[in-house]
């Protein structure tokens, strides 16, 4: 079982930056993949970036690549995601999330997760 804890978020004019972390605490010291979903109102949860175990091998959604970098602390059992050229579009809750696997593959779908963060928001003015 691993526990996921969100901070950072909040609020910050279109353009400009934010970066949001993710605590795993429990069963760390096994192997997982990692990744952040955002969920805005009236619509389905969505895929944003995703990393593999090692941190070796990063996927961004269209929507954000270029803006959003994914990133994880092994040594400190931590994930970021900083976001950078805010858009009012970005607003939503943002969630971590996480998958028990040795694949050096990164997971884009929602359901390959287990385990999830509480969420957290960000609201971008316009």
């Known amino acids: 079982q691993v526990q996921l804890v969100q901070s950072g978020g909040g609020l910050v004019q279109a353009g400009g930056s934010l970066s949001i972390s993710c605590a795993a605490s429990g069963r760390t010291r096994r192997t997982y993949g990692m990744a952040w979903f955002r969920q805005a109102p009236g619509k389905e949860r969505e895929f944003v970036a995703a990393i593999n175990w090692s941190g070796g091998r990063t996927e961004h959604a269209g929507s954000v690549s270029g803006r959003f970098t994914i990133s994880r602390d092994n040594a400190n059992n931590m994930l970021y995601l900083q976001m950078n050229s805010l858009k009012s579009e970005d607003t939503a809750v943002y969630y971590c999330?996480?998958?028990?696997?040795?694949?050096?593959?990164?997971?884009?779908?929602?359901?390959?997760?287990?385990?999830w963060g509480q969420g957290t928001q960000v609201t971008v003015s316009s």
């Open positions: 999330a996480a998958r028990e696997t040795r694949s050096i593959a990164v997971g884009t779908q929602a359901q390959d997760y287990e385990y």
